[in-house]
Each structure stands twice: as structure tokens, then as C-alpha cells.
């Protein structure tokens, strides 16, 4: 996961969207930020297209995002998707703490949003994969709350 993609700056590595949020908190220092990682996909009948989303969402005045698409031979299991779904958000979400601490950002809340919800056939899932998110850490959103995956990624799966 080291090449994304910014609709407004095009291909940019891990170091390069870092640089990008860093320099988007620091346009308004004072105001409220969230720093949201989310992922979606969509399987087809070759291979399943993941895409996870860095969301810093400037609270009540925009966001800015950026997201990277990779290909898997995966099967149809729903509950393996969403399973693989969490552990690359869980991975980002680790990756982008870390280089928050690093460079006194700590205090940045890092949030992961989920692709489940109550309504649908992924309910039965919600409890161990929020459960993975709280116990590694973060904040966990799901569906209708979860725009990170259900909106941005699952917008570059198709």
C-alpha cells in the first residue's frame, strides 16, 4: 500500500500523502480534525478489487482524501471480504498513527470505518470486526456512520 492516488494531485507515495495531510492541518492548525481510514471492494468473478481510503476531515469545513486500489484472487466468502477489508484498514490505521506520533500529531483521533451494518447480510459481522478495530486501538464506525468505506473506497471499487 505504498501508492495512492489524490483526485486533485494524482499518483503520490506514502511519505507524499503524509506531507499532503501535514501541510492541509497546518493551512488551519486551530480547527477540529479526523484522520479516517476505510476500506471497500467489490468482487468479480477473476479477482476482488480492494481500494482503502485516507480521509482528514476537517470538521464542519471540508476533507481531503486519498485512496489505493490493489487486486486479489479471493473467493466469494463475504466474511473473508470483510475480515481482509478490516486488516488493511487496521494496517493503514497503524502506519498513519505512527508517523502522527512521530511528528507530534498524536493528538489527531485516527478512526476506521467499516463496511457492515445492522441492515443486510453483514450484521452477523459486526461485533469481531469492530471488536478487531477497538482492541487495536481505534475508534470503529459501521453503516450508516462508516462514509469512509461505504462512500470514498467503495466509489474507486467499481
Same mark, same amino acid.
Given at each position: 500500500?505504498? !501508492?495512492?492516488?489524490?483526485?486533485?494531485?494524482?499518483?503520490?507515495?506514502?511519505? /507524499?500523502?503524509?506531507?499532503?495531510?501535514?501541510?492541509?492541518?497546518? /493551512? $488551519?492548525?486551530?480547527? /477540529?480534525?479526523?484522520?479516517?481510514?476505510?476500506?471497500?471492494?467489490? $468482487?468479480?468473478?477473476?479477482?476482488?478489487? #480492494?481500494?482503502?481510503?485516507?480521509?482528514?476531515?476537517?470538521?464542519?469545513?471540508?476533507?481531503?482524501? $486519498?485512496?489505493? =486500489?490493489?487486486?486479489?484472487?479471493?473467493?466469494?466468502? *463475504?466474511?473473508?471480504?470483510? #475480515?481482509?477489508?478490516?486488516?488493511?484498514? *487496521?494496517?493503514?490505521?497503524?502506519?498513519?498513527?505512527?508517523?502522527?506520533?512521530?511528528?507530534?500529531?498524536?493528538?489527531?483521533?485516527?478512526?476506521?470505518?467499516? !463496511?457492515?451494518?445492522?441492515?443486510? =447480510?453483514?450484521? /452477523?459481522?459486526?461485533?469481531?470486526?469492530?471488536?478487531?478495530?477497538?482492541?487495536?486501538?481505534? !475508534?470503529?464506525?459501521?453503516?450508516? !456512520?462508516?462514509?469512509?468505506?461505504?462512500?470514498?473506497?467503495?466509489? #474507486?471499487?467499481?
Amino acid at each position: 500500500m505504498d !501508492d495512492f492516488i489524490s483526485p486533485s494531485k494524482g499518483r503520490l507515495s506514502f511519505d /507524499e500523502v503524509f506531507d499532503d495531510m501535514m501541510g492541509y492541518v497546518q /493551512e $488551519y492548525p486551530d480547527a /477540529e480534525y479526523k484522520v479516517i481510514i476505510g476500506t471497500d471492494s467489490q $468482487y468479480s468473478q477473476d479477482n476482488t478489487c #480492494f481500494v482503502t481510503a485516507i480521509i482528514v476531515h476537517r470538521i464542519g469545513k471540508g476533507a481531503r482524501y $486519498y485512496y489505493t =486500489r490493489e487486486w486479489e484472487f479471493m473467493g466469494k466468502s *463475504l466474511r473473508q471480504r470483510i #475480515f481482509y477489508e478490516t486488516s488493511r484498514s *487496521l494496517a493503514l490505521a497503524s502506519w498513519v498513527a505512527e508517523r502522527l506520533a512521530e511528528n507530534g500529531h498524536a493528538d489527531l483521533n485516527v478512526e476506521i470505518h467499516l !463496511d457492515v451494518g445492522v441492515n443486510g =447480510r453483514t450484521k /452477523e459481522l459486526i461485533r469481531e470486526v469492530t471488536g478487531m478495530v477497538i482492541g487495536s486501538g481505534f !475508534d470503529a464506525r459501521i453503516k450508516p !456512520d462508516s462514509f469512509g468505506a461505504s462512500k470514498v473506497a467503495d466509489k #474507486f471499487t467499481k
